[in-house]
T-cell receptor, first 114, second 114 residues
Framework: GDSVTQMEGPVTLSEEAFLTINCTYT??????LFWYVQYPGEGLQLLLK?????DKGSNKGFEATYRKETTSFHLEKGSVQVSDSAVYFC?????????????FGKGTHLIIQP | GAVVSQHPSRVICKSGTSVKIECRSL??????MFWYRQFPKQSLMLMAT?????????EQGVEKDKFLINHASLTLSTLTVTSAHPEDSSFYIC??????????FGDGTRLSIL
């Protein structure tokens, strides 16, 4: 079945550092890929998505590119802020667009220190 | 933006009790809602897909008689954990699908069975 693997946390960085959170997936067909973020005390929010190979999703300075050849969707940000501290989940939808239930990675806890 | 309300946010009850969790889409109609379960330091696992006016579709390994799902309207789905036992203690999260948009998530319900 489908699966998502993302790097274990916590990841601790200083403010303005470069961020990469790795995510790889296993799926049949052509899944859609997502990054969700969960801030302390809040629910999951969609951060960005990509629906086909070579698509780049971006939002709030975060980017991720759908790499079919490496089955990856790594999350990057050039300069992190303290307010980016949260848990980040990589996810996929077996059917395009997220119309079916999502398969999630375990989540990566990101801690940004001032 | 779209909001999904989940209630209660936390419940503590004795073993053998049945517990009902509500998931409401507040400003849109959701033909499909999803229920997930999250164990500590684990990813969200899809339990079932709930379609308005029809029976829920359960994932493999999820007991239908233990986790009753009702989706009686386009804005409300309920999950009832019947005769709950300590092993049912977990974090339950719902999400709702609005057309072709990515899923909107509730804030989750922390269930603790004593």
């Amino acid at each position: 079945g489908d699966s998502v693997t993302q790097m274990e946390g916590p990841v601790t960085l200083s403010e303005e550092a470069f961020l990469t959170i790795n995510c790889t997936y296993t799926a049949t067909g052509y899944p859609s890929l997502f990054w969700y973020v969960q801030y302390p005390g809040e629910g999951l929010q969609l951060l960005l998505k990509a629906t086909k190979a070579d698509d780049k999703g971006s939002n709030k300075g975060f980017e991720a590119t759908y790499r079919k050849e490496t089955t990856s969707f790594h999350l990057e940000k050039g300069s992190v802020q303290v307010s980016d501290s949260a848990v980040y989940f990589c996810a996929l939808s077996g059917r395009g667009g997220g119309a079916d239930g999502l398969t999630f990675g375990k989540g990566t806890h990101l801690i940004i220190q001032p | 933006g779209a909001v999904v309300s989940q209630h209660p946010s936390r419940v503590i009850c004795k073993s053998g009790t049945s517990v009902k969790i509500e998931c409401r889409s507040l400003d849109f109609q959701a033909t499909t809602m999803f229920w997930y379960r999250q164990f500590p330091k684990q990813s969200l696992m899809l339990m079932a897909t709930s379609n308005e006016g029809s029976k829920a579709t359960y994932e493999q390994g999820v007991e239908k008689d233990k986790f009753l799902i009702n989706h009686a309207s386009l804005t409300l789905s309920t999950l009832t954990v019947t005769s709950a036992h300590p092993e049912d203690s977990s974090f339950y999260i719902c999400s709702a699908l609005e057309g072709n948009q990515p899923q909107h998530f509730g804030d989750g319900t922390r269930l603790s069975i004593l």
